[in-house]
């Protein structure tokens, strides 16, 4: 079975602000307990979050062993103020911000940084990015502070320049990476950057009535097509869902995901084995290397 490589234990797959409630006057266990038995259930032994900014990933670190999980956290992502990102994170003004940030998640024995580079994919508008993504320059100084901290980073990322500009700067991981061009794809495939297209949270979508299945319908066609290349382009891509996104449950998310991959990647003979080795360069590199 494969490990989750992008989930939210925090959230519940259905109504997000219900889920992060929960945990508002301190986390609650049970709801935690209740999910990462949800993972053991399906088979899942590698888990690697996103962080929230209520301590509940950081606890479920302590406990996520006696399900037989090995769960990597980044305790929080962080975001630039005015920018996406604080439904899962804190933010920062300046870069001094930014450094406190990185060394708190050290203190708080954090597994790897978790950044929040652009906006979402806009279902609304028929393929755009929601809100401004931050620039070249912040992207790469964002990447070095964590990288000279010894923590690799996750990067929640969307839009062919600003992922390209993630990918320059030497970003480890590329999360959601939705609008890639040609040229951007081509990067992917020169850099060691892992992918994951988190494409089940399009797809469970499609026929939800929340929004024009038409729209949604285009857009997980144009990531899949993306996903091909990259696949044929011999970039390195991974299996997470989002777990805990609108209408991905825990536990099963990431076998919906891994369904979908197989769906559009029918003529890939070396399919599982590609999506072992690059789960496995997400297991190797998203540890802290040094104290
Ligand atoms: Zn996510």
Known sequence: MFGECHGHIIMDGRNYKQAVAIHKDGVKEGDIRRKLALYQKAGVTFLRDGGDALGVSEYTKRIAPEYGIDYRTPIYAIHKNGHYGGIVGLGFDTMKEYRHLVETVRQKKGDFIKVMFSGIMDFASDGGVTGTPLDRAEIREMIHIAHEEGFAVMAHVNGARTVQDA????????????????????????????????IVTVHNLYGCGRFDDGVIERLRNLQASKIREAFAENAIVALGSDAGAYLVPHGQGIWDEYHVFQRILQNTADLDSRLKRAEEEIQARFQRTSD
């Not at 700067?169 to 892992?194: K, P, R, W, Y």
């Open 167 to 198: 990918i320059e700067a030497g970003v480890d991981s590329i999360e959601h990476g939705n609008f890639m061009d040609e040229e951007c794809l081509q990067a992917l495939a020169e850099s060691t950057a892992v992918w994951v297209p988190t």
